[in-house]
């Protein structure tokens, strides 16, 4: 194990002596002319005296290249130091208690043979960068800390990705594949998970590319994900997140999913693709904002149910679906704007159950059926702006029930 010790550089800051004849905020008496310039003087030599018997601090970087070598630079290392990995294979269950760097070279892995995790992370701020880590029986990376980075990073093989249980890491420019779910937050909050690569992460029934489980105020940006077993990407319980950027793609279940009372989200310019039942769904979710996506080629573009309220579906571009938007089981109150909504069999399909949902200002042309209504109190304009339609009438008559757009567009 080869050890290089580097200097930290220091600032030295030099602090006004307190002026001459101020002890305790009153003036006991008046220096001689020239009195302040001496005790700078003195003032000054004395710092200088101390900082030249202080050593210089140093940091310490251990390039190790054996099982052994790593586990003894673990515990020798201390708050901000580096451990370089040399290419070759380490076994996993590594605990990291201080505020490290872990830096792996190309061709360095940690093979956790089953252990529990390869890496935890329980030290605030320590960073992680260049390794692989395969096959563990719980989370490739477990962050148990806040203001931590991993970075550059594959993770496969193994239960959970990446797991997360602090507040305010980074993880970014990741490939993470072939595990049950490739990253979980839970009770996590105002992390950042960005330019990721997530895919094939299928190995059980229930899985996810990204999981946000009670998780609050975090970015998930500028993913790709496919391939992800039942979600692309899934917030339960989570709220006031924003994911936005991302592609979804080619999931069983949704390319985004929402539930359990996960409101007050931002779901933006996310392209979502090919997934089988919805490509996005908000479920039990309330407050939510989708603007700007581009949804394409799902079992139904954005399906909203279960006692979903005061959802906002806002310019968006959906197509080649069952049903392009679909509001089920009690869903009301929501606003459906803006939407470019084509090449459908239904462009807007509101079921039975569905009420008090305000459809205005969407271009819904070329589906097999523009627009269905079968629910009750639906709005199909604001009573000066209705909808386009391809099928244009002085009236445009809603199938499925009563419903009419008084003012449809040309």
Known sequence: MRVVKKPISAKMTEKSPPRPGRIGG???????????????????????????????????????????ELQRAVDSAVNGDQIVLEPGHYSGGINISRSITLQGREGAVIDARNCQ????????????????????????????????????????????????????????????????????????HKNQILDNQIDENSQWDSDCGVVLIRSHQNTVKGNNLSDDGNCAIALRSSRDNMVSQNRAFASRWYGIYLTG???????????????????????ESRDNTLQGNAIGGNGRGVLVTCDS??????????????????????????????????????????????????????????????????????????????????????????????????????
């Not at 710092?47 to 052994?68: F, G, K, R, W």
């Not at 779901?267 to 769904?281: E, T, Y």
Request: proline share 1%.
């Open 26 to 68: 009153r003036n006991r008496f008046r220096p001689e002319e020239g009195g302040n310039d001496i005790s700078r003087a003195l003032a000054f030599a004395i710092v200088v005296t101390v900082a030249a018997l202080i050593p210089a601090a140093c940091s310490t970087t251990y390039q190790v290249s054996t099982e052994s």
């Open 117 to 188: 995790f390869g890496l935890a992370l329980h030290a605030n701020g320590s960073r992680i960068s260049g390794i692989t880590i395969e096959n563990t029986s719980g989370a490739g990376a477990e962050i148990a800390a806040s203001g931590c980075v991993i970075s550059n990073c594959q993770v496969t093989d193994g239960h959970w990705g990446i797991a997360v249980y602090g507040d305010g890491n980074l993880i970014a420019e990741n490939r993470i594949s072939r595990n049950s779910d490739g990253i979980v937050l839970r009770e996590a």
């Open 261 to 283: 009372h996960s409101d007050e989200n931002m779901l933006l310019d996310n392209v979502v693709q090919a997934n089988r039942v919805a490509g996005i769904c908000l479920e």
């Open 309 to 410: 309220y005061r959802n906002s579906i806002d310019d968006n571009r959906i197509s080649e679906s069952l049903r392009g938007i679909h509001l089920a089981f009690r869903s009301s109150r929501n606003r459906i704007t803006n939407n470019t909504i084509t090449e459908n069999e239904f462009g807007v399909y509101l079921d039975l159950s569905s009420s008090a949902n305000l459809v205005v200002g969407n271009n819904l042309y070329d589906n097999v059926y523009n627009a269905f209504d079968s629910g009750h109190g639906n709005a199909w304009d604001d009573g000066q702006k209705g909808n386009r339609y391809g099928d244009l009438g002085e009236v445009y008559h809603i199938s499925g029930g009563l419903s009419k757009d008084r003012f449809p567009s040309a």
